[in-house]
């Protein structure tokens, strides 16, 4: 190795390269080659030129990109992203197998020969060592990712883009999840109620799933799909997911043959945490993957190169018994690795992996490290992140979609670690985790890596004895945000603020403190979020009904049952305790705001749509107990003048 020649590209502070650009060059060329002239230029302080043309006596190292078409591999999902890169004395190659590789094919290059690395998105992730000169070694080395399909997203990810291109990940090439709606649209119930499910003896619109034994469903599935590959021919796959209901078909033909209790006792006995309830015991994948076998030999012969995509979820999360799943279907097999200090969890979800590789061939994850019943709050445990990625790796899994709201304040370990182990499910945990907590940290590397110990620590306790109350669905938000007062104890929050002040303390004045200071926004937000939720408590402590109850969120909720309530109440308690509650929600709103757009928290949760906001509730809750109060005054205020007359 050492004996082996290197080759500048920047040697005494001057450029001993050029990027070579051909004049015709597509945007995301033009776009890597000025990237690798910005990145080497950040680390030396000297400029790479870029030429459209070569001049054939110059003795400069010339850096070029190229496209070599894969060949399709027979087993394999695509897209193949592996990419080579070729140095020899005067000429370095990186070559991909698609123009949508070269960010990550270059983000890797630079990694290796500069040591950058982009530990979350914008200015502030970004790390590039200051060095004098660069170098490359000559001979051709191969890379390739450990999964076909990496993904961390959720809808609109455009701001992250930049950050997930150079990590290697981008949206899972399908239409969308949940599909069933898509194919019976409300219109068609006026003509073909028969296609939709039949619950209590009455064909519904919605909720409904769908009649597998309508005659035509099959064929106009079919449809649906060709209508979808026509408009979006580059998708690989197309979504034939159930929608997110149970409300499937009790007709006769659709429940024949079926043993509704089996697998019960996986859920009933199921630690808490995790996809599924009492409620959804799996017997319905027979019924789902026949159809779904049925539309796939179907699509088979008109399109061999795309697959149909499809949940193993809630009451068909398990495989069926009997069929083997069509090669062209891929599985979207829900997990929840975050629950996986149960040891029991653990062991449970990996036999399903198992018994699912049996029957199917293409299998990818459907993962929440975030997700919206723990809008951006802090459940980090980087160790199983590389835990279960390894284990998926293991098992043959092709791809990895986790939900990823943003929210870099509070969970960056699991989404940094995520990517690194989807690229390369072999790497070291230990190294992967010190070399980003000195990277991104410095010299407060090791304070932050006991914060994160402390808060790794929490979410262990919680879960690993499989009393996660009322977290057995992770759909709920509310539950979770009561779970969030016994994640983090007031020890817990002592030992934490202690942690991060050190941090700030030994941080120094650059970068390290403004990394430092994200991750103390996050656990502000963290801290406010407990203060609302404890305010909240108190109000239940005066016995109004549990706060995180559904109904109460509703917009139309119907407050004669508060009114009933507070009658005999102390009016000053009540609007005392009202108005605390209201404020630290304010607050806590207040503070979010102030995040905007600064990757600290869920680009999501600054939509207002999607989040617990118990301020409308608890405002028109004030009003009423003011007005009572008003009206009491009033009461009392006659009735003194009675007296005295
Ligand atoms: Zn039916």
């Given at each position: 190795m050492a004996s082996r020649k290197k080759v500048f590209l920047i040697k005494n502070g001057r450029a001993v390269s050029f990027v070579y650009l051909p004049e015709n060059s597509s945007e995301r060329f033009r776009q890597a080659a000025a990237e690798l002239v910005r990145i080497c230029w950040k680390a030396t302080g000297v400029k790479i030129p870029i030429r459209h043309q070569v001049k054939p006596t110059e003795k400069l190292t010339r850096i070029e990109f190229s496209v070599r078409p894969a060949r399709r591999k027979k087993m394999k999902l695509p897209p193949d992203d592996t990419f080579w890169i070729f140095c020899q004395k005067d000429k370095l190659e990186i070559s991909v197998t698609r123009e949508e590789t070269l960010p990550l094919a270059l983000a890797r290059f630079l990694e290796e020969t500069v040591q950058a690395r982009w530990f979350f998105p914008g200015k502030l992730g970004q790390d590039i060592p200051e060095r004098k000169e660069t170098f490359v070694l000559p001979g051709k080395k191969r890379f390739y990712p450990s999964f076909t399909w990496r993904s961390l997203s959720w809808k609109d990810a455009s701001v992250f883009r930049d950050w997930q291109e150079k990590n290697g990940l981008f949206p899972f090439p399908v239409n969308r999840g949940h599909a069933y709606t898509e194919i019976l649209p409300r219109k068609l119930f006026g003509t073909?109620?028969?296609?939709?499910s039949l619950i209590c003896g009455k064909r519904r619109v919605n909720p409904s799933q769908m009649c597998y034994q309508a005659p035509g469903i099959v064929e106009l599935s079919c449809r649906y799909i060709e209508q979808v590959l026509e408009k979006?021919?580059?998708?690989?796959a197309v979504s034939l997911c159930p929608n997110d209901v149970d409300y499937f078909c009790e007709c006769a033909g659709c429940q024949k043959g079926e043993k509704p209790t089996r697998y019960y006792d996986y859920f009933v006995h199921q630690p808490p945490y995790g996809y599924g309830g009492p409620?959804?015991?799996?017997?319905?994948s027979e019924r789902v993957f026949r159809f779904t076998n049925k539309v796939a030999e179907k699509m088979k012969e008109k399109y061999p190169d795309k697959y149909l995509l499809v949940y193993a979820y809630g009451c068909y999360n398990h495989p069926p018994e009997g069929m083997k799943i069509s090669d062209n279907v891929i599985i979207w097999l829900t997990s929840t690795c975050l629950g996986w200090w149960n040891k029991k969890r653990r062991k449970l979800d990996i036999e399903r992996l198992k018994a699912w590789r049996k029957v199917a061939r293409n299998i990818v994850i459907f993962e929440a490290l975030s997700n919206q019943a723990w809008p951006e709050l802090p459940r980090i445990a980087p160790a199983l992140v590389a835990d279960s990625l390894k284990t998926y790796h293991r098992y043959g899994i092709q791809g990895f979609y986790s939900q990823m709201f943003g929210d870099f304040g509070t969970n960056l370990p699991n989404y940094y670690l995520a990517t690194r182990f989807l690229w390369n499910?072999?790497?070291?945990y230990r190294k992967e985790w010190s070399v980003f907590l000195k990277r991104c940290f410095g010299p407060a590397a090791s304070q932050v890596g006991k914060y994160w110990k402390i808060l790794s620590a929490a979410w262990k306790k919680l879960i690993a004895d499989g009393t996660l109350e009322g977290a057995r669905s992770i759909i709920n938000p509310h539950y979770e945000y009561l779970q969030l007062v016994r994640l983090y104890p007031e020890e817990t929050i002592e030992k934490v603020r202690t942690c991060l002040q050190k941090a700030r303390e030994i941080s120094g004045q650059g970068i390290y403190r403004q990394r430092v200071e994200m991750l103390e926004k996050g656990w502000r937000y963290t801290e406010l979020t407990l203060k609302a939720v404890k305010e909240c408590l108190a109000l239940e402590d005066l016995n109004?009904?549990?706060?995180?109850?559904?109904?109460?969120?509703?917009?139309?909720?119907?407050f004669r049952f508060y009114k009933i309530l507070v009658r005999g109440m102390d009016k000053r308690v009540v609007i005392h305790a009202l108005k605390r509650a209201i404020s630290a929600w304010e607050e806590r709103e207040k503070f979010v705001r102030s995040c905007k757009?600064?990757?600290?928290?869920s680009q999501t949760l600054l939509e207002r749509n999607r989040r617990f906001d118990p301020r409308p509730v608890l405002k028109k809750m004030l009003q009423i107990a003011q007005e009572w109060k008003n009206l009491s005054a009033k009461a009392g205020n006659i009735n003194q003048k009675g007296g005295e007359v």
């Open positions: 073909h109620p028969e296609f939709f979006n021919p580059e998708l690989v409620g959804s015991a799996a017997h319905l499910a072999r790497a070291s109004f009904p549990p706060f995180y109850f559904a109904p109460w969120l509703a917009p139309d909720y119907d757009g600064k990757h600290i928290l």
